[in-house]
Each structure stands twice: as structure tokens, then as C-alpha cells.
């Protein structure tokens, strides 16, 4: 079973940067990408980034392309998320997931629950002057 733990959240002000942190434990059969989704108060649960079971691949949403950069330390089992020239409308809780892939060099942001095997509790991030 996996267990996944985030942490980095905080009150930003505008232009400012925070880096995310994502903490798997346990263990999953079969591929599985870890992405970042986020959910703004009124808002549905989007994805922002992910990368592949691999390492060999990630994604971004249009929205945080070129300012958000995600990474993977596998030696301590830890997916980073650093977000740079934040905006207010990056304040959001922010999940990380495993997604199930059929193949290990695919990641995708698009929300697909039925490929979800994993969620964490989320960190607020606020971006505020």
C-alpha cells in the first residue's frame, strides 16, 4: 500500500517561490507516475505537473509552464515541485497522487481517477501580497 506525504506549502507573496515536497512509502506493482494536482476553494481538482515512473518524462499544464520545474530524488523516494514567479491564482491545496501508467516513460496531467492508486493529504500554498 502507498503512502504519500506532502510538505512545503506556505503564504508566498506574488513573484516569490516555494518547492514542494512529495514523500512515497510502500510499494506498488506495475508502473506509476506521480502527479501534482491542485484544488482552489469553488474549483475542480486540476494537474499541474507529473513525471513518469521513470524519470524520463514529465508534463506541465499550460498554466505553470516555464515557472513550475518538477524532479525526482529517488534515493529518498521524494518528487519535488518548484514553483517559481507564483501568482495568486496558484493558491490552491496541492496533492501528489500515483497514477497507474501502462508503460514506464508516460506521465499525463489529465485527471483520470480510475488511474489513481494514491492520494496525500495536500499542502496549502497562498500567494498573497
Known amino acids: 500500500q502507498l503512502r504519500l506525504v506532502e510538505s512545503g506549502g506556505d503564504l508566498v507573496q506574488p513573484g516569490g517561490s516555494l518547492r514542494l515536497s512529495c514523500t512515497v512509502g510502500g510499494f506498488s506493482s506495475g508502473y506509476s507516475a506521480i502527479v501534482w494536482f491542485r484544488q482552489a476553494p469553488g474549483e475542480e481538482r486540476a494537474g499541474v505537473s507529473c513525471?513518469?515512473?521513470?524519470?524520463?518524462?514529465?508534463n506541465y499544464a499550460d498554466s505553470v509552464k516555464g515557472r513550475f520545474a518538477i524532479s525526482i530524488n529517488n534515493a529518498k523516494n521524494t518528487v519535488y515541485l518548484q514553483m517559481n514567479s507564483l501568482k495568486p491564482e496558484d493558491t490552491a491545496v496541492y496533492y501528489c497522487?500515483?497514477?497507474?501508467?501502462?508503460?514506464?516513460?508516460?506521465?499525463?496531467?489529465?485527471?483520470?481517477?480510475?488511474?489513481?492508486?494514491?492520494w496525500g493529504r495536500g499542502t496549502q500554498v497562498t500567494v498573497s501580497s
Open positions: 513525471i513518469s515512473h521513470s524519470g524520463a518524462t514529465t
Open positions: 497522487a500515483t497514477s497507474r501508467t501502462p508503460h514506464p516513460d508516460i506521465c499525463s496531467v489529465d485527471y483520470d481517477k480510475g488511474r489513481v492508486t494514491a
